[in-house]
């Protein structure tokens, strides 16, 4: 069984956990290990996390299935995208599940909800960035309706960044 649940700023624990072991599975090997650690160590601490959900801005949500936490998102309303003009969008900031997780569509699910949350918002798209290497990904927002619109980079650390492309979802009839 599947269910999301809005995280709040107790949740801090679990996004920490989840948040760190689904972006070293992802992206462990984007960098070299002690960049991907210092990333780690920055912005998925218990502290880290606190600060982000306290942040009115930023939805995260978290996907369980049986009972068990098995990703999240993290999306932002009305947050422009650097490569169309098009407003009000929303971005979705992170999508990330455990590995184990990857074969129960469960990524589908957690996108298609950051999308119901956008539309309740009355935005007129989803946009993300996402590493250009990571094609699983890209092949996946593809499949989902998302074209490719710019190009960008995502800083690791302050010397350390790598490609990524931007991507955007138009809604039906906007």
Not at 2 to 21: E, I, M
Not at 72 to 84: E, G, H, L
Not at 94 to 102: A, H, N, Q
Request: hydrophobic share 40%; aromatic share 12%; with cysteine.
């Amino acid at each position: 069984m599947v269910s999301f649940v809005r995280l709040s700023p107790s949740d801090a624990p679990l996004l920490a956990t989840v948040g760190g072991a689904s972006l070293l599975e992802s992206h462990g090997h984007s960098a070299p290990a002690a960049v991907m650690q210092q990333y780690v160590e920055d912005h998925f601490s218990e502290e880290a996390c606190e600060a982000e959900l306290k942040e009115k801005a930023n939805c995260f949500t978290a996907i369980y299935f049986n009972g068990r936490p098995a990703g999240y998102s993290k999306i932002i309303f009305n947050t422009p995208c650097p490569a169309v003009s098009l407003q009000p969008v929303t971005k979705l900031e992170r999508l990330y599940l455990l590995k184990g997780f990857y074969d129960q569509k469960l990524g589908h699910s957690l996108l298609q909800h950051a999308i119901a949350l956008s539309k309740e918002a009355g935005e007129k798209g989803l946009w993300l960035d996402v590493w250009t290497e990571n094609h699983r990904a890209t092949r996946f927002y593809q499949k989902q309706g998302f074209a490719t619109v710019g190009e960008g980079r995502f800083t690791l650390t302050g010397n350390y960044t790598n490609p990524v492309w931007i991507m955007l979802l138009r809604y039906p009839g906007i």
